[in-house]
């Protein structure tokens, strides 16, 4: 089983950053995709970023430019930075991790951006 649990949540002014951190732990197999997703009250779940092992990402049209996802494989930790934010940005971000066609998912933080 893998455990995964996400950090850095908090209150945010528009236009400021935060900076997400996911830790996994566990049956880890190497060869594995993270991402971030989020879902706001009323909405469904969607995809914010993702990397794969190699290093390969994919972003959601609605924050490229201003998140960047990275991992530490060392650490089997992924992280989201988060700039210029915006209001709409504002949900509980979950972390996956995808491994073997097995997804295992966070509790989730809340990000609430607001003045």
């Known amino acids: 089983q893998v455990q995964l649990v996400e950090s850095g949540g908090g209150l945010v002014q528009p236009g400021g950053s935060l900076r997400l951190s996911c830790v996994a732990s566990?049956?880890?197999?190497?060869?594995?995709?993270m991402g971030w997703y989020r879902q706001a009250p009323g909405k469904q779940r969607e995809l914010v970023a993702a990397?794969?092992?190699?290093?390969?990402?994919n972003y959601a049209d609605s924050v490229k430019g201003r998140f960047t996802i990275s991992r530490d494989n060392a650490k089997n930790t992924v992280y989201l930075q988060m700039s210029s934010l915006k209001p709409e940005d504002t949900a509980t971000y979950y972390c996956?991790?995808?491994?073997?066609?097995?997804?295992?998912w966070g509790k989730g933080t809340l990000v609430t951006v607001s003045s």
């Open positions: 990397i794969t092992s190699g290093g390969s990402t």
């Open positions: 566990g049956s880890i197999f190497s060869i594995n995709t």
């Open positions: 996956k991790l995808r491994a073997l066609g097995v997804d295992s």
